[in-house]
């Protein structure tokens, strides 16, 4: 019996028992259903979270999958607690798990005294995906279309995601992500596997001395693992977060890398790990400098205005936004990278000469730090 079969009998019992359907009932069914058809399990929220969200018995302790999840799990701590030592709140914790493998942890900080919002993810996901799906997660709008209406590309996907929105506007919007992907072999496409990644900062002001912080400790890491990344992911990262009608980008850039399988695995591995635990030293000092510098009720106000332009893009562009929705995922997890407040005003634009109009030129021109 189909799942939506075995809802409408639950329906059908209860109602000749109790004269009706709860209504809760049949949300909850096509609920179920609906995310059966996206192709991930549902939520099983637990307080005590497993030493690994892999399968038990079937991924190997010394598999790739193993050592990113432990990456990604201990950084998530040790992001978490740096946060929390500038702010003083601590950030809460939902915890799940899902009956075919798999699970997640999202920390979110609300209302502190340095951030308005601030979210570190981990997430391990088995499921399926459509071939639509396949197509927004390795970027190539084309990818699958000679295959036909042949079904779902099984994956596996682990990463680790964060915004940190800041109440002053003198300190920077910060964002990271971190994954590993496999597909298994499907309708004769041979399975696959790759990383992807990049931190990126999005300031309402331009400080040059930050940025070159900022830009220089990843240069560090990128050469430490090849001359050749830091140019390369930099100029990724500027077309990646382009916000296309508006000619502009979401913030000043970073590193951004997708479908990196170009090198053994462990090698990727390696600088993945290093990418995300150079997180804390890349932007906290920033948010140090300027958490108590004095602000005006316009400086605000811009701040919320370039917020708007961070909505528009994760809403319309973010290749991550997209596949969490196409495959069923946490909506509050996957939305968790919104601000909690933003601004559209209509028809405005900086004057000249100003630092609200410097930034305009910054991320409609992009700048070397």
Known sequence: MTQTKQCAAQRGARAFQAGQAPKRVALRCRASAATAEKGIGAENYTKEVPTSLLRPGVDSSNSTKAKFEKIIRDAQNSICKAIEDIDGTKFRQDAWTRAEGGGGITRVLADGNVWEKAGVNVSVVYGSMPPEAYRAAVGNPEALKNKGNAGRVPFFAAGISSVMHP??????????????????????????????????????????????????????????????????????????????????????????????NDKDPETILKFSEECVNN????????????????????????QQVRRGRYVEFNLVYDRGTTFGLKTGGRIESILMSLPRTASWQYDFHPAPGTPEYDLIDATKNAREW
């Open 279 to 302: 997180v804390v030293e890349a932007y906290c000092p920033i948010v140090k400098k300027h958490m108590n510098d004095p602000f005006t009720a316009q400086q605000k106000e811009w």
């Open 167 to 260: 109440k002053n506007p003198h300190c920077p919007t910060m964002h990271f992500n971190y994954r590993y992907f496999e597909t298994e072999e499907w309708n004769g496409v041979p399975g696959q596997w790759w990383f992807g990644g990049g931190t990126d900062i999005t300031p309402s002001y331009v400080v040059p001395e930050d940025m070159k912080h900022f830009h220089g400790t990843y240069k560090k890491v990128c050469d430490k693992h090849d001359p050749a990344y830091y140019a390369k992911f930099k100029k990724w990262c500027d077309e990646y977060f382009l916000i296309k009608h508006r000619g502009e980008t979401r913030g000043l850039g970073g590193i951004f890398f997708d479908d990196l």
